[in-house]
C-alpha cells in the first residue's frame, strides 16, 4: 500500500515527462532509462474491482502509458448486437466479442463490389481532430491507426474459413481481391499520412500460436509484397511502422525486418519467446509487449509477476528497443492482486529509471 500512495503522490510528473522521446529513443536503438510502457489497458470490471480493493479510484491517473493512438477511421457501429458496417459487414456483439454475421462476399468473385469511399471513412473532421489531439498531448508518442489489416480484411469479406479455403483452391481469386484490398488501404494510408503523428499503427493477426496462419511461404508470396509497398509509404512520409499482430511469426520476423517494419507489438510469450527475439533481431526490430496475459498475470503469483516485469526491463530493454507491454488487455476475469501487481510493477520500474535521468525530462 505504500508503493502505491508513493505512485498516486508522484502521478504529477505525468505532464512534465517527455515519454515522446523515450519511445523515439528505443525505436532507434538507443537504451533509456526508465524503458517506456504502454498499452497497460485494464477492462473496466476489474479496474472496479481495482478502485474498491485499494480504496481509491487515483491510481488510474498515475499511469505512465507513452503511447497514445487513435483510429483514422470511421467505420459504423451502434448499441444494437447486430449491425452492418461501410464495407457490407454484418457483425454480432452479444456473444463476448464481435462475429460477422453475414459477409458481403458469399461467393470467391469480387462483380459487384465496391469498397466504401475513402474520403467517408476518412473525413476531413476526424483528420483536424486528430491533429488538435497530437498538439494537446505534445510529450507523448503518437500513432493512428485504421483496424483491419490485408489478410484480417480479406477474411472479413469473405468469412475466415472461406478465405482459408480461397487461400488454397482459389488462388487466383485471392490473389486479386488482397490486390484490390492493398489498394484501398494504400489510399486510406495517404488520408492518414496527412496527420501529424509519429507512426502508423497497423493490425493484422497473420499467426495463431503455432504459427502464420496461412503458412510463412504464402505470406511471403501474397502478403509481404503489399506491405513492403505501405510500409515504405510510411517511412517516406517520415513516420514509424508499428504493428500488432498475435500469434507466432517468428519465421517471418525476417521478412518484416526486411521490409521496414520499426515496432512488432502483442509477442505473446506463450506463443513467442522474447528473450529469443531480443538475441536474434535485437538491433534490427523494436518490440513492443512480452507480459504473458494468458500466464503471468492471471495465474502468476505477486512475486513473479514484479521479478518478469522487471527481468523485462533489462533484458528486454538492454540496448533500446524495447517498449513494456502486456501482450493483451487486463482481463475482468484477472485476481485482482495480481492485476495491482502488474500496475504497481510497472509504475515502480519506470518511476525508478526516472532518477537522474535528465533525458526524460520536458
Same mark, same amino acid.
Given at each position: 500500500?505504500?508503493?502505491?500512495?508513493?505512485?498516486?503522490?508522484?502521478c504529477?510528473?505525468q505532464?512534465?515527462?517527455?515519454?515522446?522521446?523515450?519511445?523515439?529513443?528505443?525505436?532507434?536503438?538507443?537504451?533509456?532509462k526508465?524503458?517506456?510502457?504502454?498499452?497497460?489497458?485494464?477492462?473496466?470490471?476489474?479496474?472496479?474491482?481495482?478502485?474498491?480493493? #485499494?480504496?481509491?479510484?487515483?491510481?488510474?491517473?498515475?499511469?505512465?502509458?507513452?503511447?497514445?493512438?487513435?483510429?483514422?477511421?470511421?467505420?459504423?457501429?451502434?448499441?444494437?448486437?447486430?449491425?452492418?458496417?461501410?464495407?457490407?459487414?454484418?457483425?454480432?456483439?452479444?456473444?463476448? *466479442?464481435?462475429?460477422?454475421?453475414?459477409?458481403?462476399l458469399?461467393?470467391?468473385?469480387?462483380?459487384? +463490389?465496391? !469498397?466504401?469511399?475513402?474520403?467517408?471513412l476518412?473525413?476531413?473532421?476526424?483528420?483536424?481532430?486528430?491533429?488538435?489531439?497530437?498538439?494537446?498531448?505534445?510529450? !507523448? !508518442?503518437?500513432?493512428?491507426?485504421?483496424?483491419?489489416?490485408l !489478410?484480417?480484411?480479406?477474411?472479413?469479406?469473405?468469412?475466415?474459413?472461406?478465405?482459408?479455403?480461397?487461400?488454397a483452391?482459389?488462388?487466383?481469386?485471392?490473389?486479386?481481391?488482397?490486390?484490390?484490398?492493398?489498394?484501398?488501404?494504400?489510399?486510406?494510408?495517404?488520408?492518414?499520412?496527412?496527420?501529424?503523428?509519429?507512426?502508423? +499503427?497497423?493490425?493484422?493477426?497473420?499467426?495463431?500460436?503455432?504459427?502464420?496462419i496461412?503458412?510463412?511461404?504464402?505470406?511471403?508470396?501474397?502478403?509481404?509484397p503489399?506491405? *513492403?509497398?505501405?510500409?515504405?509509404?510510411?517511412h517516406?512520409?517520415?513516420?514509424?511502422?508499428?504493428?500488432?499482430?498475435?500469434?507466432?511469426?517468428?519465421?517471418?520476423?525476417?521478412?518484416?525486418?526486411?521490409?521496414?517494419?520499426?515496432?512488432?507489438?502483442?509477442?505473446?510469450?506463450?506463443?513467442?519467446?522474447? +528473450?529469443?527475439?531480443?538475441?536474434?533481431?535485437?538491433?534490427?526490430?523494436?518490440?513492443?509487449?512480452?507480459?504473458?496475459?494468458?500466464?503471468?498475470?492471471?495465474?502468476?503469483?505477486?512475486?513473479?509477476?514484479?521479478?518478469?516485469?522487471?527481468?523485462?526491463?533489462?533484458?528486454?530493454?538492454?540496448?533500446g528497443?524495447?517498449?513494456?507491454?502486456?501482450?493483451?488487455?487486463? #482481463?475482468?476475469?484477472?485476481?485482482?492482486?495480481?492485476?495491482?501487481?502488474?500496475?504497481?510493477?510497472?509504475?515502480?520500474?519506470?518511476?525508478?529509471?526516472?532518477?537522474?535521468n535528465?533525458?526524460?525530462?520536458?
Open positions: 500500500m505504500a508503493a502505491m500512495l508513493e505512485t498516486i503522490k508522484n504529477r510528473w505532464i512534465m515527462i517527455n515519454y515522446r522521446q523515450l519511445v523515439i529513443d528505443q525505436l532507434k536503438f538507443k537504451e533509456t526508465p524503458v517506456p510502457y504502454a498499452r497497460l489497458y485494464f477492462e473496466e470490471g476489474i479496474a472496479k474491482k481495482m478502485d474498491q480493493y #485499494l480504496a481509491s479510484d487515483k491510481w488510474r491517473s498515475s499511469l505512465h502509458n507513452a503511447i497514445i493512438g487513435w483510429s483514422g477511421i470511421c467505420v459504423g457501429s451502434n448499441d444494437q448486437n447486430v449491425f452492418t458496417d461501410e464495407y457490407g459487414i454484418t457483425w454480432t456483439t452479444g456473444k463476448g *466479442a464481435m462475429h460477422i454475421e453475414s459477409p458481403p458469399n461467393q470467391p468473385s469480387l462483380r459487384g +463490389y465496391d !469498397f466504401p469511399d475513402v474520403n467517408r476518412c473525413p476531413d473532421e476526424l483528420l483536424s481532430e486528430i491533429n488538435r489531439n497530437v498538439v494537446a498531448n505534445k510529450n !507523448f !508518442f503518437t500513432n493512428v491507426g485504421f483496424g483491419f489489416g !489478410f484480417e480484411r480479406t477474411w472479413t469479406l469473405r468469412g475466415f474459413e472461406n478465405t482459408l479455403m480461397d487461400v483452391a482459389e488462388p487466383r481469386f485471392y490473389m486479386d481481391m488482397l490486390s484490390c484490398v492493398a489498394e484501398h488501404q494504400l489510399k486510406i494510408l495517404s488520408r492518414l499520412l496527412q496527420t501529424d503523428v509519429d507512426s502508423i +499503427y497497423f493490425s493484422d493477426d497473420w499467426g495463431d500460436q503455432r504459427g502464420v496461412i503458412g510463412a511461404e504464402r505470406w511471403r508470396h501474397l502478403i509481404k503489399h506491405l *513492403a509497398v505501405m510500409y515504405g509509404k510510411v517516406k512520409a517520415g513516420k514509424f511502422v508499428m504493428s500488432h499482430c498475435c500469434g507466432n511469426i517468428s519465421e517471418i520476423i525476417r521478412d518484416c525486418i526486411d521490409i521496414g517494419l520499426d515496432c512488432l507489438q502483442s509477442v505473446q510469450p506463450e506463443a513467442m519467446n522474447p +528473450y529469443d527475439l531480443k538475441k536474434r533481431f535485437g538491433g534490427q526490430i523494436s518490440f513492443w509487449g512480452g507480459l504473458g496475459s494468458q500466464t503471468t498475470i492471471p495465474f502468476g503469483t505477486c512475486y513473479q509477476i514484479k521479478a518478469e516485469i522487471h527481468k523485462l526491463c533489462v533484458e528486454m530493454g538492454r540496448g528497443g524495447y517498449i513494456l507491454g502486456t501482450a493483451k488487455s487486463i #482481463l475482468n476475469d484477472t485476481p485482482v492482486e495480481n492485476a495491482v501487481a502488474v500496475m504497481e510493477a510497472f509504475n515502480n520500474e519506470f518511476e525508478s529509471g526516472l532518477e537522474n535528465s533525458v526524460s525530462w520536458g
